[in-house]
T-cell receptor, first 113, second 117 residues
């Protein structure tokens, strides 16, 4: 079945550092790929998405590119801020998952001032 | 906009009791609501999907008699964990969509942490 694997956290960085959170997936066909973010005490929010190969999703300085050849959708940001501290979930909706969202296990990111 | 609330945020109960968790869409009509369960350091697992006015559709392996879901209005869904046991302790998250079946237009609640003693 479809699955998502993302790097374990926690990830701790200093402010203005470069961020990469790795995400790879297993799915048949061409799933839609998503990154969700959960700030402390709040619900998950859609951060960005990509629906076909080579698409780049972007929002709030974050980017992720849909790489079919490596089945990856790594999240990147050039300069993180303290306010980016949150838990990030990679996810997909694929054909075999019957339109359900399949989530990764989440990566906790902490940014030091 | 598109805010979803859950109540309570935390609940502790004794084994054998029942617990009700509410999920409300505050500023939109939720045609479809979803209930997820999250174990520590694991991903969210979909438990069931409910469309307003219809019976919930449960995922394989989820006991519908244990996890009762009611979606009686366009702004409220409830999850009742009946005869709770320690293994039911988990983080329960709901989401809501204004679209019927709206898998990719879900707005998530902040979650409810259930601890069964």
């Amino acid at each position: 079945g479809d699955s998502v694997t993302q790097m374990e956290g926690p990830v701790t960085l200093s402010e203005e550092a470069f961020l990469t959170i790795n995400c790879t997936y297993t799915a048949t066909g061409y799933p839609s790929l998503f990154w969700y973010v959960q700030y402390p005490g709040e619900g998950l929010q859609l951060l960005l998405k990509a629906t076909k190969a080579d698409d780049k999703g972007s929002n709030k300085g974050f980017e992720a590119t849909y790489r079919k050849e490596t089945t990856s959708f790594h999240l990147e940001k050039g300069s993180v801020q303290v306010s980016d501290s949150a838990v990030y979930f990679c996810a997909l909706i694929g054909y075999s998952s019957a339109s359900k969202i399949i989530f990764g296990s989440g990566t906790r990111l902490s940014i030091r001032p | 906009g598109a805010v979803v609330s859950q109540h309570p945020s935390r609940v502790i109960c004794k084994s054998g009791t029942s617990v009700k968790i509410e999920c409300r869409s505050l500023d939109f009509q939720a045609t479809t609501m979803f209930w997820y369960r999250q174990f520590p350091k694991q991903s969210l697992m979909l438990m069931a999907t409910s469309n307003e006015g219809s019976k919930a559709t449960y995922e394989q392996g989820v006991e519908k008699d244990k996890f009762l879901i009611n979606h009686a209005s366009l702004t409220l869904s409830t999850l009742t964990v009946t005869s709770a046991h320690p293994e039911d302790s988990s983080f329960y998250i709901c989401s809501a969509s204004y679209e019927r079946g709206g898998t990719d237009t879900q707005y998530f609640g902040p979650g409810t942490r259930l601890t069964v003693l």
